[in-house]
C-alpha cells in the first residue's frame, strides 16, 4: 500500500467515525473467510458496515473524532463494525459474538460516550430506531382507534337495539 492509499483510507476511516452513530471494535481471529463473509452480510441487513484496517491508520484517523477513544482497542487483529443507527452494529456484533466465540467484542464508542463490553451489549439490548419508530406510532394511533370506536359504539348499539325491539313486536 503507497502513501496515497493510506491516505485514502484514514480519510475514509475518519469519515467512518465521524457519520457513524456506533462503532464496535472487536478482535476476530481465528474467524475463516466464510465467517466473515456472514458477518458482513448480516451487517448489510441494517445498513452497517465490517472494516479491517491497519490499526496504526485507524488510530491516525481517530485523532479529533468523537470517538476517539476506542483507539486504545486497536492492538491485535481487530475489526471495526459500524452503523449510523447507534444500535444496529451493536445488536449484530452482539449477537454474532454470542453464536461465534471466535469474535470477542473490546469496546467502542456511540458519538463521544466510550463503551466498554458491557455498554456494547447494553446497547445491542436497547430497541433499533425502526422499532422505536413503530412504538411511537402505535402510541400515538391508539388513541385515535379508541375515539373512533367510542365514537361508533353507540350507533352500533342503538341499531342491535332497535332490532331486538324489532324482532320482539314481530
Same mark, same amino acid.
Given at each position: 500500500m503507497?502513501?496515497?492509499?493510506?491516505?485514502?483510507?484514514?480519510?475514509?476511516?475518519?469519515?467512518?467515525?465521524? #457519520? #457513524?452513530?456506533?462503532?464496535?471494535?472487536?478482535?476476530?481471529e481465528?474467524?475463516?473467510?466464510?465467517?466473515?463473509q456472514d458477518l458482513r452480510a448480516q451487517m448489510r441487513e441494517v445498513d452497517g458496515s465490517v472494516r479491517v484496517a491497519k490499526n496504526k491508520l485507524a488510530k491516525i484517523a481517530l485523532e479529533g473524532k468523537p470517538c476517539a477513544s476506542i483507539a486504545e482497542f486497536l492492538d491485535g487483529m481487530t475489526v471495526l463494525a459500524y452503523s449510523e443507527d447507534p444500535v444496529a452494529a451493536a445488536k449484530v456484533m452482539d449477537g454474532y459474538a454470542k453464536k461465534n466465540d471466535k469474535l470477542v467484542i473490546l469496546g467502542g464508542a456511540m458519538g463521544e460516550t466510550a463503551l466498554d463490553v458491557a455498554g456494547?451489549?447494553?446497547?445491542?439490548?436497547?430497541?433499533?430506531?425502526?422499532?422505536?419508530?413503530?412504538?411511537?406510532?402505535?402510541?400515538?394511533?391508539?388513541?385515535?382507534?379508541?375515539?373512533?370506536?367510542?365514537?361508533?359504539?353507540?350507533?352500533?348499539?342503538?341499531?342491535?337495539?332497535?332490532?331486538?325491539?324489532?324482532?320482539?313486536?314481530?
Open positions: 503507497d502513501r496515497a492509499q493510506k491516505e485514502q483510507l484514514v480519510d475514509e476511516l475518519g469519515q467512518v467515525f465521524e #457519520s #457513524s452513530g456506533v462503532v464496535v471494535v472487536a478482535h476476530y481465528g474467524m475463516t473467510v466464510a465467517e466473515m456494547v451489549k447494553a446497547v445491542a439490548a436497547m430497541p433499533s430506531r425502526e422499532e422505536l419508530i413503530a412504538s411511537i406510532v402505535g402510541c400515538i394511533a391508539a388513541p385515535a382507534s379508541n375515539i373512533a370506536g367510542a365514537i361508533g359504539a353507540p350507533a352500533s348499539n342503538i341499531a342491535s337495539i332497535l332490532s331486538t325491539i324489532e324482532e320482539n313486536a314481530a
